[in-house]
């Protein structure tokens, strides 16, 4: 069971799910001192063993693996069936819409199988024996938060940590409901749930240079997650269209439900503008739009995909995941000596 201040440096790789996420970006998290994530989301069990077992022949360091918790009630069928119908007008290639729970169980038998050092969770809280049952079998288990109130039900509930989300943050937001997702910027949300809770904390959302690493440990984070500072290195899955967007830095991101069902932040294109009334119906709109982002992805079309980035998205650059790691790391470092002798 992995203890925050065990890390080499306080530098959490996020989860990504969906495509960025692979087994070489971890590795390259973890290989340069940080807590590299393997996406179990939107894997198949088999996937996602076999993923754990690549990733442990590529190090010995610890990782995380990232579950969505099952959402608790399906979205309105009539609202879904008026949504594909427009998409459908518009002649693109669709799936079908279905409410699944990504076969959760499943891959929660196969953790505490191959016992990860972590085993985190977005999209909700598990239930104690699920976090006990995890904890017993040596993972740390931590539970991402967008509110003060969710922190305080995951901390009841047994969670090791907390990823506490703040707004800017790129991707869904890791919140337990969509019809009320936590709108709080990340300094904002630390300070309160750091007053509320008394677990350890890991802060996300719009860092992605060493200054803001620096920020959050000293608004009383125990590390930092990143992801958008991810998206651009060679390690990462990230489409050619999704990196040509994240390259050219010259729109601003927004939240949307189009593409997924579920509010997140992306770079506003086409199809989010268009789409702005998309139902919250995850994982339904997701299973909906899957061939058609596919579709997208392969034509180089960067006006039909999700372009998942957070708001300070045009300070990502592209460098290899390690030497990103270790530069956030050693600029934190020195931002925070410089404040010490100033004051």
């Known amino acids: 069971m992995l203890a925050l201040d065990e890390l080499d440096v306080p530098i959490v790789g996020a989860p990504l799910a969906g495509g960025p996420a692979t087994v070489e970006l971890a590795a ?28 442990r022949a590529r190090t010995a360091r610890p990782f995380a693996v990232n579950l969505f918790e099952a959402q608790r009630r399906p979205g309105d069928p009539e609202a879904v069936a008026r949504y594909a119908a427009a998409l459908a007008a518009e002649g693109l290639p669709l799936g079908e ?64 940590a907390l990823v506490i989300q703040g707004v800017e943050a790129g991707g869904h937001r890791g919140g337990f409901d969509d019809d009320a997702p936590g709108d709080y910027g990340l300094l904002a949300l630390l300070q309160l749930v750091d007053a509320a809770v008394a677990v350890p904390l890991v802060a996300a959302g719009g860092i992605v240079t060493g200054r803001a690493v620096a920020a959050v440990l000293a608004a009383g984070a ?15 899955g990230t489409s ?10 010259g729109r601003r991101t927004g939240l949307t439900r189009a593409f997924s069902g579920r509010t997140a932040r992306g770079i506003v294109n086409r199809f989010q503008r268009e789409h702005a009334d998309a139902p919250s119906a995850y994982p339904e709109v997701h299973h909906l739009t899957t061939p058609l982002r596919a579709a997208a992805r392969v034509a180089g079309d960067a006006e039909s995909i999700n372009l998942w980035a957070g708001q300070a998205y045009p300070l990502a650059r592209e460098a290899p995941a390690g030497e990103i790691v270790r530069a956030l790391a050693d600029e934190a470092r020195a931002r925070l000596r410089e404040l010490a002798a100033g004051a």
Do not use: N, Y
């Open 240 to 249: 050619a269209p999704h990196r040509a967007a994240l390259a050219a830095d």
């Open 97 to 160: 819409p279905r409410h699944d729970d990504d076969r959760l169980g499943e891959k929660l038998a196969l953790m505490v199988e191959l016992r990860p050092p972590v085993v985190s969770f977005t999209f909700g809280c598990p239930a104690r024996p699920t976090i006990d049952r995890l904890r017993a079998a040596g993972c740390a288990v931590w539970v991402t938060a967008t509110t003060p109130e969710e922190a305080v039900e995951a901390a009841g509930a047994g969670a090791d």
């Open 222 to 236: 125990s590390a930092a997650q990143v992801g958008t500072a991810l998206l651009r290195t060679p390690e990462a």
């Open 28 to 55: 390259a998290v973890s290989e340069a001192g940080g807590l590299g994530s393997l996406a179990g989301a939107l894997r198949t069990p088999e996937q996602l063993e076999a993923d754990v077992a690549a990733l």
